[in-house]
Nanobody
Framework: QVQLVESGGGLVQAGGSLRLSCAASGQTFSSYAVGWFRQAPGKEREFVGSIRSWSVLSPIYADSVKGRFAISRDNAKNTVYLQMNSLKPEDTAIYYC?????????????????WGPGTQVTVSS
């Protein structure tokens, strides 16, 4: 099993930046694909981006964050990062990281077995 914990959320003004971290413990984290999702109040959880195991290929992003967000991983630290730049008020949400050994359904929350508790990101206008 893998245990995930997100950190780095907070309050930022529009146009600002935040870097979220997803720290993992348990089995070999480098073997897991990791996705980032977010959920705003009253809305469904939506895909933000995903990075494959060993980061052998470029991460994949939702159109809404492409060019502003970047995912990277440091397998030596068992950590995946979500760098968020040019933040907008509509980016306000709880952000979750999730992990799975498979990368078959990476855009869906159902494609991931393991989830962190989430971290709040609030972007003020």
């Amino acid at each position: 099993q893998v245990q995930l914990v997100e950190s780095g959320g907070g309050l930022v003004q529009a146009g600002g930046s935040l870097r979220l971290s997803c720290a993992a413990s348990g089995q070999t984290f480098s073997s897991y694909a990791v996705g980032w999702f977010r959920q705003a109040p009253g809305k469904e959880r939506e895909f933000v981006g995903s990075i494959r195991s060993w980061s052998v290929l470029s991460p994949i992003y939702a159109d809404s964050v492409k060019g502003r967000f970047a995912i990277s991983r440091d397998n030596a630290k068992n950590t995946v990062y979500l760098q968020m730049n040019s933040l907008k008020p509509e980016d306000t949400a709880i952000y979750y990281c999730a992990a799975d050994l498979n990368f078959n359904n990476y855009r869906s929350a159902r494609g991931y077995h393991y989830w962190g508790p989430g971290t709040q990101v609030t972007v003020s206008s």
